[in-house]
């Protein structure tokens, strides 16, 4: 691994999460919690924690991965004067600006960290004042921010590739090396999405033994989920599925990097023109918030004899459900936690007659579909969950 795992979380829930850790032994206690400039907290916690699915249910909680020196007791007091804040005030004194609470409200609050590149969320330093400070402002927030490069995300795309719109504010070079769980990841920051939010899942499918197993991956991207097949699940081989020309490209250099390519065949274009049947053990159906449109693409590639399991990702709203627990705050209470789980098992098991329909309209012999397990990845919004459905398919 590239770091040590931290759970970020926004300054007033930290004091929360930091108490729940501590109570289940998650809490790396070797490092420091760290505030960030951007009002969010650091919390370090040990590997183990990765595997806890009770962890989604603290809002706006994202796994990162950051440098031990940054969490490292002794360099806590050398940081001191390198804070975001302070520096910026200080620049817009120089500029004839004040340091006003509006000011302070379009500072960072979040942000991605790729190798030396920092990409910033689309909800900052939007005031007219930085324009006149122009690069020198880009320059003071990525010493801040220990960064070399520095980009800005617009918003993710809906043209169907989930391209990122980002632009570079700092920096010429906008490819970016990711390492996770010994596989290196390269891509363009401004062309492809890095889905740094999945990392329990890719753990989960790294965690798999899929030896002997063809394997179809119908969303590739830059091989978020198809390298752990390969890498790690030990998957005889993986058909990889992607129509974004630029992941595409990723995607090919990731498997030459991580010496995988021999084992995928890279199907560039649209997976529901994928010419390929009867073929698979298991195909991983990675898109958010549904990827009902592959559902019958799914069943067609599964061995008609013998069957397989699908990963279906998905959306999952509990909201109704939570109404009438009449919950408050639902995502940290127990029965918010009990309404978001029967929302995921409802979803399931209506998902698990449909797959059946479509197999049997398909293959005109009768299929059982057996949810065999809901993973949760992460609370995407406010009683929104990311889950995957494990749904094994067999030929009766
Ligand atoms: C969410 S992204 C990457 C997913 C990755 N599995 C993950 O969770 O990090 C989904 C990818 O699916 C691709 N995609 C969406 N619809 C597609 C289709 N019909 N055929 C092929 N690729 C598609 C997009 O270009 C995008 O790269």
């Given at each position: 691994?590239?770091?040590?795992?931290?759970?970020?979380?926004?300054?007033?829930?930290?004091?929360?999460?930091?108490?729940?850790?501590?109570?289940?032994?998650f809490l790396?206690?070797?490092?420091?919690?760290?505030?960030?400039?951007?009002?969010?907290?650091?919390?370090?916690?040990?590997?183990?924690?990765?595997?806890?699915?009770?962890?989604?249910?603290?809002?706006?909680?994202?796994?990162?991965?950051?440098?031990?020196?940054?969490?490292?007791?002794?360099?806590?007091?050398?940081?001191?004067?390198?804070?975001?804040?302070?520096?910026?005030?200080?620049?817009?004194?120089?500029?004839?600006?004040?340091?006003?609470?509006?000011?302070?409200?379009?500072?960072?609050?979040?942000?991605?960290?790729?190798?030396?590149?920092?990409?910033?969320?689309?909800?900052?330093?939007?005031?007219?004042?930085?324009?006149?400070?122009?690069?020198?402002?880009?320059?003071?927030?990525?010493?801040?921010?220990?960064?070399?490069?520095?980009?800005?995300?617009?918003?993710?795309?809906?043209?169907?590739?989930?391209?990122?719109?980002?632009?570079?504010?700092?920096?010429?070079?906008?490819?970016?090396?990711?390492?996770?769980?010994?596989?290196?990841?390269?891509?363009?920051?401004?062309?492809?999405?890095?889905?740094?939010?999945?990392?329990?899942?890719?753990?989960?499918?790294?965690?798999?033994?899929?030896?002997?197993?063809?394997?179809?991956?119908?969303?590739?991207?830059?091989?978020?989920?198809?390298?752990?097949?390969?890498?790690?699940?030990?998957?005889?081989?993986?058909?990889?599925?992607?129509?974004?020309?630029?992941?595409?490209?990723?995607?090919?250099?990731?498997?030459?990097?991580?010496r995988v390519?021999?084992?995928?065949?890279?199907?560039?274009?649209?997976?529901?023109?994928?010419?390929?049947?009867?073929?698979?053990?298991?195909?991983?159906?990675?898109?958010?918030?549904?990827?009902?449109?592959?559902?019958?693409?799914?069943?067609?590639?599964?061995?008609?004899?013998?069957?397989?399991?699908?990963?279906?990702?998905?959306?999952?709203?509990?909201?109704?459900?939570?109404?009438?627990?009449?919950?408050?705050?639902?995502?940290?209470?127990?029965?918010?936690?009990?309404?978001?789980?029967?929302?995921?098992?409802?979803?399931?098991?209506?998902?698990?007659?449909?797959?059946?329909?479509?197999?049997?309209?398909?293959?005109?012999?009768?299929?059982?579909?057996?949810?065999?397990?809901?993973?949760?990845?992460?609370?995407?919004?406010?009683?929104?969950?990311?889950?995957v459905l494990?749904?094994?398919?067999?030929?009766?």
């Amino acid at each position: 691994m590239e770091g040590v795992p931290c759970l970020r979380v926004s300054h007033c829930r930290a004091q929360k999460l930091r108490e729940y850790l501590q109570s289940q032994k998650f809490l790396d206690r070797s490092l420091c919690i760290v505030k960030e400039d951007t009002g969010t907290v650091l919390v370090p916690i040990l590997p183990s924690c990765l595997l806890q699915h009770d962890l989604i249910f603290f809002k706006d909680v994202t796994v990162v991965w950051c440098q031990p020196s940054v969490m490292s007791k002794k360099e806590k007091g050398r940081r001191r004067g390198d804070n975001l804040e302070d520096v910026l005030q200080e620049l817009l004194e120089f500029h004839g600006e004040n340091w006003t609470k509006e000011v302070r409200e379009d500072l960072p609050r979040s942000f991605q960290r790729h190798g030396d590149l920092v990409l910033l969320g689309h909800n900052c330093f939007l005031l007219p004042l930085w324009k006149k400070m122009d690069q020198r402002l880009w320059r003071a927030v990525a010493k801040c921010l220990r960064a070399k490069r520095l980009a800005r995300m617009n918003r993710i795309s809906s043209d169907g590739f989930r391209s990122p719109q980002v632009t570079l504010l700092l920096g010429e070079q906008s490819w970016v090396k990711h390492v996770d769980n010994g596989i290196t990841y390269e891509f363009d920051v401004t062309k492809c999405m890095f889905s740094a939010g999945n990392i329990t899942e890719k753990l989960r499918v790294a965690g798999l033994d899929c030896s002997g197993e063809t394997v179809v991956d119908l969303y590739a991207g830059i091989g978020y989920f198809t390298l752990p097949y390969l890498v790690h699940a030990g998957a005889a081989h993986v058909h990889a599925c992607e129509w974004n020309p630029h992941a595409v490209e990723a995607l090919r250099k990731n498997l030459a990097t991580n010496r995988v390519r021999d084992r995928c065949t890279v199907h560039s274009g649209d997976n529901r023109q994928v010419q390929l049947c009867d073929i698979a053990d298991r195909v991983n159906l990675g898109l958010i918030p549904s990827s009902e449109d592959g559902w019958p693409v799914a069943c067609r590639l599964l061995k008609k004899t013998t069957g397989g399991v699908l990963h279906i990702h998905q959306n999952v709203t509990s909201a109704n459900a939570v109404a009438s627990h009449a919950v408050a705050d639902a995502d940290d209470s127990v029965s918010g936690k009990r309404a978001a789980r029967e929302a995921w098992q409802a979803w399931a098991d209506v998902t698990a007659n449909h797959i059946a329909c479509i197999l049997r309209d398909l293959t005109a012999a009768t299929w059982r579909t057996n949810v065999q397990h809901i993973e949760p990845v992460k609370s995407y919004a406010p009683h929104v969950h990311h889950v995957v459905l494990d749904l094994e398919c067999r030929p009766i």
